[in-house]
């Protein structure tokens, strides 16, 4: 509460008036509600009367450069190819977070959540593929694999504290791990013909982004100019540029400049300095001694974060409030005229709903309880009923999905559809059974975090 009075002390006018929308944005469920507004208005579109101009704006070609030096594709591919490889950076950042300090960081922590991870991607691999053998949708087995950790969070928190702590823990490890393999089946599944040039060229600036970390540089901006030049580099490679993201995500520092107690020293001295500048009758203004303590404070606050940690900061809300909303306005548009029946029966149809429905849910229980097994014990608060609600809300595949199914079926567009709706009915599903399932899970109130 403290904490609360202090942020709004002196909040003008239009600062108050816009606190309500800003309080929505920072709700872990508002990324899920947007994404799924985008994919609602994207089907509309798509099937209304206008619905060609909704095909007609993503083929729309779109050029950047001047001269000779210049790149032109279609709206769509901008999206995939660049604003998707944003999300992968914001993606980046929290694997090599958690890597660091997080739920992975130990071997303890990490192992119960890699395991469901890896059950969670295996199982439905394996299930899409037993379903495709035989057809040409062979190729989109990594469809079913990763969760949209967006909308699973996002149902998490429509059932407030009757969900304990540690499930949200567990599920968003789970997505972290999940991103890791999605990424690592991008680019060595998903990837045309390779330009070991361009790699080479993507490998230098990425050991020029590096070596700046080493040496102490800070600046977003170095880090920006050399990640545009990688992203370009793999994307000219073959290999898919949101790996390009990733990559350079763990190149962004992750030490403080001062620790805890050198920030304590120098913050009471520059507060005392600040203190003792303060002139009845005079701003920061017209005193240089409070603005240059204020400064000095200012400087103070940057050497005690981290790089990643103000880049994640500053990013998720780009990431889950524009990027992604993008991303399934553009992808989400299927056309469901036609032979519906055929669609949703074809084989690529069946193994991606069973791969999300089935495959995803029998994939982490299953892990789960092999490791439970082997260690002893269920975590503390958590009951298998939980790890069942969980398993169907990893069953939520959505933006990864889509994401993969675009670049398994590229130029075949009746598979494309197929697994389009497939995700989005087994994704609703999936939601829908998770939330059910966990809503009657009973929880000890001691075991709920507040």
């Not at 199982?123 to 037993?130: K, L, Q, R």
């Not at 050198?262 to 005392?272: E, G, Q, V």
Request: with cysteine; glycine share 10%.
């Amino acid at each position: 509460m403290a904490i609360r009075q202090f942020m709004t002390c002196g909040l003008e006018p239009i600062e108050q008036v816009l606190m309500p929308f800003q309080e929505f944005f920072k709700s872990k469920s508002t990324g899920g509600f947007l994404l799924m507004i985008s994919a609602g208005l994207a089907l509309l579109w798509a099937n209304s009367p206008w619905g060609e101009s909704y095909t007609a704006l993503w083929q729309t070609t779109f050029t950047v450069g001047f001269g000779e030096l210049v790149l032109s594709k279609p709206l769509i591919l901008w999206v995939n190819d660049g604003l998707m490889a944003l999300f992968f950076f914001v993606v980046g950042l929290e694997i090599k977070r958690e890597f660091m300090v997080g739920e992975l960081s130990t071997r303890r922590q990490a192992v119960l959540p890699i395991a469901a991870a890896v059950g969670g991607m295996i199982v439905p691999a394996v299930t899409y593929s037993i379903v495709n053998i035989s057809g040409d949708g062979v190729h989109g087995w990594g469809i079913p694999m990763a969760t949209d950790i967006a909308f699973a969070l996002g149902i998490l928190s429509l059932l407030g504290n009757r969900v304990p702590y540690q499930l949200k823990i567990f599920l968003t490890a789970i997505a972290i791990v999940d991103d890791i393999g999605a990424v690592l089946v991008i680019a060595l599944f998903y990837t045309s013909s390779i330009s070991i040039w361009m790699l080479l060229a993507a490998g230098v600036f990425l050991i020029v982004a590096y070596t700046g970390n080493r040496l102490g540089v800070r600046a977003p901006v170095f880090y920006a100019i050399l990640g545009c030049f990688v992203w370009l580099a793999v994307l000219k490679s073959g290999v898919h540029s949101t790996v390009a993201g990733v990559a350079m995500a763990f190149m962004i520092p992750a030490r403080t400049r001062c620790d805890a107690d050198m920030f304590m020293r120098n913050a009471s001295k520059i507060l005392k300095d600040y203190q003792s500048s303060v002139q009845p009758g005079q701003s920061v203004l017209t005193n240089s001694n409070m603005n240059s303590a204020l400064l000095s404070m200012q400087h103070m606050a940057a050497r005690a974060q981290t790089p990643l940690q103000r880049l994640e900061q500053a990013m998720h809300p780009l990431a889950d409030y524009v990027v992604m909303p993008i991303f399934a306005f553009a992808n989400a548009g299927v056309v469901v005229g036609g032979d519906v029946g055929s669609l949703m029966t074809s084989q690529v149809a069946v193994g991606t709903a069973l791969g999300l429905l089935l495959g995803k849910p029998v994939g982490i229980v299953l892990s789960t309880w092999g490791v439970i097994k082997i260690s002893g014990g269920i975590p503390g608060g958590m009951s298998l009923q939980h790890f069942i609600g969980a398993g169907l809300l990893g069953g939520i595949g959505f933006t990864m999905s889509l994401f993969i199914a675009m670049l398994a079926f590229e130029g075949n567009p009746s598979m494309i559809a197929g697994a389009k709706m497939a995700i989005l009915g087994s994704s609703c599903l999936a939601g829908m059974a998770g939330y059910l399932v966990l809503r009657n899970a009973p929880v000890p109130d001691h075991m709920i975090k507040e």
